[in-house]
């Protein structure tokens, strides 16, 4: 383990050299039992484009699955994932929803975030209410499915570039949630044309 460790590290900080990966494939070939099957195409419902350019991450299969799933398939696309003036909060009289319609519609958004990191707060905002959601989180919910419909094709591009550098990202609403005053913050991290991490949490 520790020798395919020293390898990995290798490859990540010295390059994309051919001669160099060919090496490592046949050392791992001569200590482990491996296929090779080739360039990756598709991995964990994520969709793999590799370009001379770069890497495209998408997941473009997904996304129409979710949205036939939860018969949003034919809404009209937005723009953005949320409306800038929207603001949740606990609604003891609002209309209540199916709380497991609702957990499962969080639930596939959140596997949504590794290749649409531009939903995660709009995701991360509409969670706090899954154990009594009212019809204005389906609301919510259904927003992000229309922006998810107009946006079925973006990802995350990897560019190739011969130096990549590091940069990010990070706000604050400052004691935005209306029930108890705590603030959601979040940040993302690039790393030449690609984020490569993301968090947004009260």
Aim: aromatic share 14%; proline share 3%; hydrophobic share 35%.
């Amino acid at each position: 383990m520790e020798k395919f460790l020293l390898y990995v590290d290798d490859l990540i900080y010295m390059g994309s050299d051919k001669a160099m990966f060919d090496e490592f494939k046949n050392s791992m070939m001569i200590e482990f039992d491996i296929s090779n099957l080739g360039l990756m195409h598709y991995f964990l419902g994520i969709e793999v484009n590799q370009y001379p350019a770069g890497i495209f991450l998408s997941q473009k299969k997904y996304v129409q699955e979710v949205l036939d799933r939860f018969h949003m398939k034919d809404c009209n696309p937005v723009g953005t994932p949320t409306s800038s003036d929207l603001k949740l909060a606990k609604n003891l009289d609002g209309r209540k929803v199916d709380p497991t319609l609702y957990k499962q519609i969080v639930k596939s958004f959140m596997y949504l975030t590794s290749t649409k990191p531009d939903i995660m707060h709009d995701v991360s905002l509409i969670s706090h209410f899954m154990e009594n959601p009212t019809e204005l989180n389906l609301t919510a919910a259904k927003r992000i499915f229309r922006y998810l419909k107009g946006t079925v094709d973006f990802g995350v591009f990897y560019k190739k570039e011969a130096k990549s550098g590091w940069f990010g990202f990070t706000d604050s609403d400052y004691a935005g949630d209306q029930d108890d005053q705590r603030s959601t913050s979040g940040y993302m991290f690039m790393m030449g044309s690609g984020a490569v991490a993301s968090s947004s949490k009260k």
